[in-house]
């Protein structure tokens, strides 16, 4: 069996995707929490779902070198978000804790 990011359709549909309406919120979401703010339900589903299918092109990504970067880039992105919102989430908690 085939895997489907083979087919140059389905490759395209995926990365025009991530193009046009995953990374415009993740960039979104980015911006919230490099300002200080923290996730909602929504946001954290949305990761969640992000992540889980970035987790499913792994293996395409390993046999193909020029997407390697792309997906380095997009997992990093991902940690980055997810320590601040943490970070965010712990300095919210210490700040409310103590009034």
Not at 84 to 97: F, G, M, P, Q
């Given at each position: 069996m085939a895997y489907p990011l083979e087919n140059k359709g389905v490759l395209t549909v995926v990365l025009e995707r991530f193009e046009k309406h995953r990374l415009p919120r993740v960039?979104?979401?980015?911006?919230?929490?490099d300002?200080?703010?923290?996730l909602n339900q929504s946001?954290?589903?949305?990761?969640?779902?992000?992540?889980?299918?970035?987790?499913?092109?792994a293996h395409f990504v390993?046999?193909?070198?020029?997407?390697?970067?792309?997906?380095?880039e997009v997992t990093s992105l991902y940690d980055q978000i997810t320590r601040?919102?943490?970070?965010?989430?712990?300095?919210?908690?210490?700040?409310?804790?103590s009034i």
């Open positions: 960039m979104h979401i980015k911006e919230l929490v300002n200080g703010g923290t946001d954290i589903n949305f990761l969640s779902q992000v992540l889980h299918d970035t987790q499913q092109y390993s046999t193909h070198d020029e997407y390697q970067n792309l997906f380095s601040n919102a943490l970070d965010n989430e712990v300095r919210i908690r210490k700040i409310s804790t």
